[in-house]
């Protein structure tokens, strides 16, 4: 159960209430995390754009991307991130059998070099934010600077976001519910 309300356009107040207004005009899905952002007014819009920004016009491939986002999903116990991407993964190109072998990726054969680089990376920023030469090397021999810096960003994001999800217990919608992992 929710630590915090989700707030609906009625109960919102300044521009938080503009955004969700704004989504249920578009018929756009209003999820339970935007309706947990709302309750910060003043953030919600930007708190989207940046997501926005990284999921529609980023430079790291599609399929990379994803597969950061579900490993910070694993690496901070978001339950709600992971059921949210799942279906994201997939259509970027994630396979059914990386997804499965996500959590063992140092060892699985699912995962070719530039993958290992990427999820070391993701290990490293996301559970010691700093992240050793070595790493930062390995996935720049594979990453140009602009991809190291937003798969940086895209740990970064998704890691905040996992820790709203999971500090105030937000609720998976049930059409995403399907989508947890069993240990969750």
């Known amino acids: 159960m929710a630590r915090v309300g989700y707030l609906t356009t009625e109960d919102a107040s300044g521009d938080a209430k503009e955004v969700l207004a704004g989504m249920e005009e578009r018929g756009s899905d209003v999820l339970n995390l935007f309706r947990t952002v709302a309750n910060s007014p003043g953030t919600l819009r930007n708190f ?3 997501g926005s920004s990284l999921l529609r016009y980023g430079i790291l491939r599609p399929v990379l991307r994803e597969l950061a986002i579900l490993r910070v999903a694993q690496l901070t116990g978001a339950g709600y991130e992971w059921a949210h991407h799942i279906p994201i993964a997939r259509a970027a190109g994630v396979s059914e059998e990386q997804i ?12 070719d ?3 290992r680089a990427v999820l070391a990376y993701v290990q490293a920023a996301t559970l ?4 050793a030469d070595d790493i930062f090397g390995a996935a720049r021999e594979h990453l140009s600077e602009g991809e190291v810096v937003e798969l940086t960003l895209v740990c970064g994001y998704w890691g905040m976001v996992a820790r709203v999800l999971v500090a105030a217990q937000v609720d998976v919608e049930p059409e995403y519910v399907r989508h947890l992992p069993s240990t969750t």
């Open 48 to 50: 989207m754009r940046l």
């Open 100 to 111: 499965a072998a996500l959590e063992r990726w140092e060892n699985a054969p699912e995962f």
């Open 113 to 115: 070099d530039q993958q």
């Open 128 to 131: 010691d934010v700093m992240v």
